[in-house]
Each structure stands twice: as structure tokens, then as C-alpha cells.
């Protein structure tokens, strides 16, 4: 069986860049569609700087079903979402206890909400035709001592 590159990283539970999340959300034709986590209900909000690591973006996350009645809130697009990407790549973020953190491509994409530093890393992007919607698939990975 031969695999592509986005199952390969599934199988081997890699974290995801923010520059491969931008190419895996380009490649979807219909970026009308939600975009979900694969736990919960719970959706993409916004990118932070990583409490875990400053230098590192968090990507945040709300609860959908009966939260999301309860709060108001709304699922993103495909294209909100890229939106949001693209400006992440790019973008200056102030770490949790202070300093400045210039985020690019090669930026590592955590799942966490302000101020939390968990082990959760965004490891794909799954496309889910019957359903019309995407899945962003999560996994632990455990965090390298930076010295």
C-alpha cells in the first residue's frame, strides 16, 4: 500500500507545522465547509503563543452541541480558518509571563486554550466528504526539554 505524506504523519503521530496546516487547508476545495476537532465537538477559535513554549502557537478551541447553543458560538470555515493560519505564520505573539515571539512556516501547532501547556499536537488535517466538514486530528506528544 502506498501512503501520501498527510497519512504518513497520522501513523506516525508528528505534530504539525503551522505552514503544513496552510498547505493541508489549500488543498480543500469546498473551504465553506466547518472545520471540527476530533474530540468533544469542539471547534478552532484562534492561534495564541504556546504557554508551553512561547515560541511555539496554540491553536484554541471551543466546545460545540450544547456549550454552543449555551455560549452563542459558531463553528469556522475552512477559509476563516486559513485566514487566521496564514496571519499566524507570520505573526508576533507575546508569550504568557511577557516577550515577543515571531512566529513562521515552520512553527509548531499545539491544541490549548490561553494558558494552558498540555501535551495535545495537531498531528492532520481529515476531509470528511459524507459529513461535509473537516476534522483536525489531535495526539499527545510529549514535550522536549529546550535547554
Known sequence: MILD????????????????????????????????????????????SWRGYYCHLALCFDLGGYNMKKQGTT???VEQLLQKARSAASGIFGGWKGGLYQMDDNTPVWIANTGNGGCTALIGVLERRDFNYILLLTGFKERKSYE
Open 5 to 48: 505524506q498527510s497519512i504518513i504523519k497520522i501513523i506516525a503521530n508528528t505534530q504539525m507545522t503551522i505552514g503544513e496546516l496552510i498547505q493541508e487547508l489549500e488543498k480543500i476545495e469546498n473551504k465553506g465547509q466547518g472545520v471540527f476537532f476530533d474530540f468533544e465537538e469542539a471547534f478552532p477559535t484562534d492561534f495564541e
Open 75 to 77: 463553528p469556522q470555515s
